[in-house]
């Protein structure tokens, strides 16, 4: 009954370091997606991932970069972060682009 | 890019009463969601709804899909110490490569017991 995991839970990072949140799905779904939550602002579309072996920019991808493992794992990495990426992160998968989602718990990150 | 206004932005009500939100749109959508986020946890899946005019119920949740699609509304009846959250329109086309879901802002209810 695992769903969307998501690792880690919470993360403190200086500027300029890089680092990779990890998306593990166990409901076969094809399309995966990364958002991130900022207050008043609601959930804004980082990358997703179609299918397996596609990846697509969404509305707000600047500094970060994605990779569709296999079909299971979708994993985010930010190269250099900075304090505007603070923010909590979200994974979450569909069968297709046509169904709604399923979010995993979130990564809370903040950089400083 | 499509966006969707959600309204009221927050709500504090007194335990039992009723609640109502809205989300509208400038464009249509084939299905609206409502998500409900209790705090430090992801969205969570209340209703989906799939045709224009479409009214559904899940317990003390009724949600709305627009005639005109471009519009759908959640109402929760009775309110109870654990409706707290955010709860969170959603609008989604597919077809093509995308369907990717728009998410609206969210309406933050507090419950007063």
């Known amino acids: 009954n ?111 | 890019g499509q966006q969707l206004n959600q309204s009221p932005q927050s709500m504090f009500i007194q335990e039992g009463e009723d609640v109502s939100m809205n989300c509208t749109s400038s464009s249509i959508f084939n299905t609206w969601l409502w998500y409900k986020q209790d705090p430090g946890e992801g969205p969570v899946l209340l209703i989906a709804l799939y045709k224009a005019g479409e009214l559904t119920s899940n317990g003390r949740l009724t949600a709305q899909f627009g005639i005109t699609r471009k519009d759908s509304f959640l109402n929760i009846s009775a309110s109870i110490p654990s409706d707290v959250g955010i709860y969170f329109c959603a609008g989604q086309n597919y077809g093509g490569s995308q369907g990717n879901l728009i998410f609206g802002k969210g309406t933050k209810l507090s419950v007063k017991p």
């Open chain 1, 2 to 112: 695992a769903g969307v995991t998501q690792t880690p839970k919470f993360q403190v990072l200086k500027t300029g370091q890089s680092m990779t949140l990890q998306c593990a799905q166990d409901m076969n779904h094809n399309s995966m997606y990364w958002y991130r939550q900022d207050p008043g602002m609601g959930l804004r579309l980082i990358y997703y991932s179609a299918s397996e072996g596609t990846t697509d920019k969404g509305e707000v991808p600047n500094g970060y970069n994605v990779s569709r493992l296999n079909k299971r794992e979708f994993s985010l990495r930010l190269e250099s972060a900075a304090p505007s990426q603070t923010s909590v992160y979200f994974c979450a998968s569909s069968l297709t682009g046509g169904y709604g989602y399923t979010f995993g718990s979130g990564t809370r990150l903040t950089v400083v």
